[in-house]
């Protein structure tokens, strides 16, 4: 019974999961229920990383494994993501 729940990894590129989330909606619960629980709310972070982690989720469905990155690029400066061989996000137009 216990072998329902359990999903074995069939290639080297499946994105990491923690039980049945991927990684990074995971780690946006939890981020969220740590600040809930040391500023005394955990049943309110606890109910806001779901809710975050939901709407993120949805954002990211259909997409790219690695969107979360790419939203890092487009919205946060240069000087945070620290790329350097890749042209500023503020140039959007090709060439070509």
Do not use: Q
């Not at 989330?21 to 109910?47: I, Y």
């Amino acid at each position: 019974m216990a072998d329902i729940f359990l999903e074995i990894p069939r290639r080297l590129n499946d994105p990491p999961r923690m039980f049945w989330w991927d990684l990074d909606l995971s780690l946006l619960v939890l981020t969220c229920a740590l600040a809930g629980m040391v500023s005394g709310f955990f049943v309110s972070g606890c109910a806001l990383g779901f809710l975050l982690a939901a709407a993120y989720g949805r954002a990211k469905s259909g997409k790219h494994p690695a969107f979360a990155l790419h939203l890092l690029y487009w919205y946060l400066p240069a000087s945070v993501t620290g790329l350097k061989r890749t042209p500023p996000s503020y140039l959007r137009e090709m060439v070509g």
